[in-house]
């Protein structure tokens, strides 16, 4: 799931970056303005190139209104591993043997 944040706290916990700067930049700048974990992983999601000021963060960065009601919903339901459906989640793990030449190997 990509954390999202709000066009408010970008500005908020980047009014004082100095620009250009690198993504590691601004995310240390706004986990040094106290920036919640949202905003944080929203930042370390953008791609590794300098950004020349704010706005152009704003154009990398997952923002909440980017997202219908509906995806926001589903974001803040989605399983801890994604890509699996749910019946190969509630699966115990297999004894990689046991998987490879079977549970009755003849022995």
């Known amino acids: 799931m990509a954390a999202t ?15 250009p700067a690198d993504k590691d930049q601004l995310v240390a700048v706004a986990d040094r303005n106290g920036a919640d974990q949202d905003t944080l992983g929203a930042l370390r999601g953008i791609p ?3 950004y020349r000021n ?5 154009a990398s960065v997952t923002h909440d209104s980017d997202m219908t ?3 926001t919903a589903q974001a803040n ?12 989640k509630d699966l115990p ?4 043997i046991v998987e490879e030449l079977g549970e009755n190997r003849g022995s």
Do not use: C, H, M, W
């Open 5 to 19: 944040t709000d066009r408010s706290r970008i500005e908020k916990y980047l009014n004082d970056a100095d620009f």
């Open 69 to 71: 009601p509906a995806e």
């Open 48 to 50: 590794a190139v300098d």
């Open 93 to 96: 793990p297999v004894n990689p």
């Open 77 to 88: 339901t989605l399983p801890d591993k994604p890509g699996l459906a749910q019946s190969a």
């Open 54 to 58: 704010v706005d152009e963060v704003l």
